[in-house]
Structure formats: C-alpha cells, structure tokens
C-alpha cells in the first residue's frame, strides 16, 4: 500500500506464496506485451503487464529482481522476435535444431540486456513511493534507450509504439517513442497501485474510508492529464503544406524470392519485372524500388542505371531504387539507395544487421555453418554524415531496412528534408508478424517527424504514412504489384525533430535521482 506517512522498510515476500507463481507471473506478462504491439494492436496490455512487473518486484532481493525481469524478457522477447527463428532457419540454411539454439541464444542475450536496469533499480530506490510510481517508468524508457545504441543496438518491442494510434501519439512530435513509453509505464503503475489500494480497503472493510491515499491520487491526477495532453497535442500541426506541395509516388513491390535473389540465372527475370512493374507508372512524381532490387553491383548494372536514368528523365520522375554499392578503389561494398531521373545522389546504409550484413567476430565465425556465410553479409557501415537525396524541388531523407527503427538516427539525418523514404526487404521475416513490427516503427518515425514516409519493400508491407502516423496506403503481402498513392512535402520541425530524444532521457535520469535521493532519507 501507498501511503504518505509510513516509515521506509522493505518488503519480504509473503511466504504463502511460492516465488515460482510471481516467476511464472511475470514471464506470461512479458509474452502478453506482445499482443499489445502491431499486428494485435491491443494497447492496454502492454500497460497492465508492465505495471505488473512493477508489482512482481516489490519485496525482492535485488538478485532475484534481476531473474524476475529476466524471465519478463524471456517472455516478451520468445514471443515478439520469434521470426528470428524463419531467417536463419528458412534463409540461412541452418537445421532445425540449431536454428532453435540460436534464436534461444540471442533471445537470451536480448532479455539479459533487458533485464540489468531493474537491478539497479531495486538495488537503489524502488522502496519508496517516487521510486515506484516514477522511477518504475524511468527505468523502464532508460533501458529501451541503452538498447538502441549498445552493441550497434536492436531497438524493437518498445512499449511506446503500441500507441501509434492512441491518445498518447501527441506526445511523440514532443517526445518521441521513449515520451510514449514512460507515460505508458508510469500507467500501468498507477492501474496496479490503484488496484491494490482499492483492493486492500475492500477486504479491511474500510468503504467509508477516503478512497485514496493522497500520493496516488496525485498520481492517478498526472496520469489522466498526460493522456487529456496528448490528445490536445494530435490537433497541434507541427509542419505546414499545401497543395502545391502534393506528388503523386508509385512503389514496385516485385516480390522476388530470396533464393532467387541472387542467382545469375535469374537476373534478366528480376529486372524485366522491374520495368514491366514500372511502366504504367513513369506519370508519377516519385517511383520507389525496394532495398537491393537491382540484382547486380553498381558498376556491373552500368547500362541497365543508364536505361532508367533515361526513363526516368524523360518523364521527369525521381526513381529511387535500392542497389549494392561496389566501391572499386577501396574494395569496400556498401548497401546504397540512389536516385535516378529527377533525383540525385546516393545514399549508404549506416546501422548493419549483425550476421544479415556483416559478421561480428568475422575472422573466427566466417565459414564455420552457412548462416555466417550468407552473399551479404560483406557490407560496410557508411559514413555517419551523408546528405540526402536531391531534387530541384525537394529533399528526401533516406534510411534502408531497420535503419528506421532508430529513432534518435531519423531524427539526426533528417536534415531540411521534407519527406521520409525507407526500403527495405523484409522477406527474412517470412509470414511472420516481423514485418508487421517493422511497418509500424516506420510510421511512429513520421509521426516523431511530422513527415509524410514513402516505405516501399520487396514482399510488403509497402505504404505511404501521413505525418500524422496514419496509414494512408499499404500493399498485400507476398504479391508483385505496384502500389500508388500521394504524399505532400512538409515544412518545419517539431521539438524532436531539434532535440531527439535527449529531453525524455534527462527527464529520466533526474526522477532516478530524485528516487535515490528519497530512498536514502527514508
């Protein structure tokens, strides 16, 4: 129970309870964040698990913390990332049962990450009431943060992007995804705390009591009116356009099976599906190929760049098509994004995907199965400042793959851009929820941004998204077809397009040590 007045002591765990079921209690609550992320949509269950985990530590060592939020991570990831298991699998040629392994491996690592924050937390100032109510959600926002950049970074299943859609997306102009994740969590708290005090006065009898104690109705009082906040913020338009700044876009989605992909053979098939997918489509002011459609290096696809580039030109369309870059002098190869026609310049991919692109710890795992041999896995990490990509009208900011899905990077490269382009191939997910997740981390990017984003990939899902985070556009999976819409070119900046996510993590730090602060004078 919250209260005012009682004097700090810790909690031991009631022995009529085994702490298997808060073990056990708190695995299922990892795996049921899942189901409040794309595709399920269901928010609110990320914010009761997560409130839950908060309760499921009271009382505990800081060790056993540790555990208890490791087998939450277990949960949460094992179920949330297990197309981990497709990629390399079905496209990494490995068996069954060291596919198993290795999803098990990394899905542990994830969770251990996952899992150090909250022993720090329990360790330092989770017994008192700031600790609980704030330093929870604190905590919580700093440890997706310190997944987006240690070790390169896996930035997925953050608590924020289950409400792209919800009254919390306001905030995300203002604070971006790790904004929507404290104010997520600090509820999920609140709903446990309210529970339990409501729950402990029922069974004392007490209903001619105050309801509440007066921190939590302070509490439940900051809760309510961040989400009143953000819904008042969704009406704030943060960027400006007319329509004078419309375009009409056109995305190639050609399907192309990733055992094909590569095969030789099979080249003059991908690219007579490129033109054929194109050709009623040159009227558009922008036309999208995904991530590495052209089958051949760049210097090798010389003259069939030189037939688009013309194409293009002639009817003054910006064709931008993923492609591998060959850099001859450095013998360095680079996974690019060009633009051809009415745009120009070539953009290289900065953040990698570990085994996917590059092998950590090459010269000792390079040739030892085929999942540390796939044909891509050569690339180099471009330079980290790059312009975007040019026309004499406009300028697009690009990011390939899961480059997107770094929130602080959208931001930093966004530049004077006023449109969001992303490609990507997501057929290594398969027919997984994989590129469900993925679509809609692109579209809290043009929400943060307050940018229209052109998405376009291989198998779907392909889309346009408003700047305001709403699908306007989306493809079918796993068919060849090309995908058309609109976009506008928007002007201005919203506060985390300036400041990325540098605001929220301060804010953070500062209620941590604010907690710690409570817990030594209690």
Not at 165 to 194: E, H, K, N, R
Not at 287 to 308: C, G, K, N, Q, T
């Amino acid at each position: 129970m919250l209260s005012d007045t009682h004097t700090h002591h810790r909690l031991t765990p009631n022995p009529q309870h085994p702490q298997w079921r808060g073990d056990l209690l708190a695995f299922i609550c990892g795996a049921v964040v899942v189901f409040s992320l794309a595709p399920f949509n269901l928010w609110l269950f990320g914010i009761l698990a997560c409130g839950l985990l908060a309760q499921c530590l009271k009382g505990l060592s800081a060790k056993r913390a540790w555990l208890r939020s490791f087998l939450f991570g277990m949960g949460m990831y094992g179920s949330g990332i297990s197309w981990v298991y497709i990629s390399i699998h079905d496209f990494g040629y490995t068996s069954p049962l060291l596919a198993v392994i290795m999803t098990t491996a990394f899905v542990t690592f994830i969770a251990s990450l996952f899992s150090i924050p909250f022993y720090f937390y329990q360790r330092f100032f989770a017994h008192n009431r700031t600790g609980f109510l704030l330093g929870f959600p604190a905590i919580w926002v700093l440890g997706e943060w310190i997944r987006s950049w240690l070790l390169t970074g896996f930035p997925w299943l953050y608590l924020g992007y289950a409400h792209i859609d919800t009254w919390l997306a306001g905030w995300a102009p203002v604070l971006g995804v790790y904004g929507l994740s404290f104010i997520a969590a600090f509820s999920g708290v609140v709903i446990i705390a309210l529970l339990q005090e409501l729950g402990q006065r029922v069974r004392r009898n007490k209903s001619n009591a105050p309801t509440l104690t007066r921190a939590l109705w302070y509490a439940l009082s900051a809760a309510t009116l961040l989400w009143c906040s953000g819904l008042a913020l969704h009406q704030v338009e943060w960027t400006q356009h007319s329509e004078e700044d419309r375009l009409s876009v056109s995305i190639v989605q050609p399907n192309i099976p990733l055992q094909l992909k590569w095969n030789p053979l099979y080249r003059p098939t991908i690219m007579s599906q490129l033109r054929d997918l194109s050709e009623d489509h040159w009227h558009s002011d922008i036309l999208v190929w995904p991530e590495a459609s052209i089958p051949l290096m760049y210097h090798d696809a010389s003259d069939f760049i030189e037939e688009m580039e013309q194409r293009a030109a002639e009817h003054n369309t910006a064709l931008i098509s993923g492609i591998l870059y060959d850099d001859l002098e450095q013998e360095k190869y680079y996974n690019a994004i060009m633009g051809m026609g009415a745009a120009d310049n070539i953009y290289f991919k900065q953040r990698l995907v570990p085994f996917g692109e590059y092998v950590p710890l090459e010269k000792y795992l390079r040739g030892l199965i085929a999942f540390f041999d796939l044909p891509n896995s050569i690339i180099h990490a471009g330079p980290s400042q790059q312009e975007g990509l040019r026309t004499q009208r406009y300028t697009i900011a690009p990011y390939i793959c899961y480059e997107v899905v770094y929130p602080d990077l959208v931001a930093k490269n966004l530049g004077d851009a006023q449109l969001l382009v992303t490609i990507s191939n997501d057929a290594w997910f398969g027919e997984s929820i994989g590129p469900l997740q993925h679509f809609q981390m692109a579209q809290m990017r043009a929400l943060e941004n307050s940018r229209f984003l052109i998405r376009g990939t291989n198998t779907g899902l392909s889309g346009i998204v408003s700047h305001k985070g709403e699908v306007l556009f989306t493809s079918e999976q796993f068919e060849a077809q090309t995908l058309s819409g609109y976009v506008y070119l928007t002007h201005g900046f919203t506060p985390f397009s300036r400041t990325g996510s540098v605001p929220i993590i301060v804010i953070c730090l500062l209620i941590i040590a604010l907690s710690r602060r409570r817990s030594s004078l209690e």
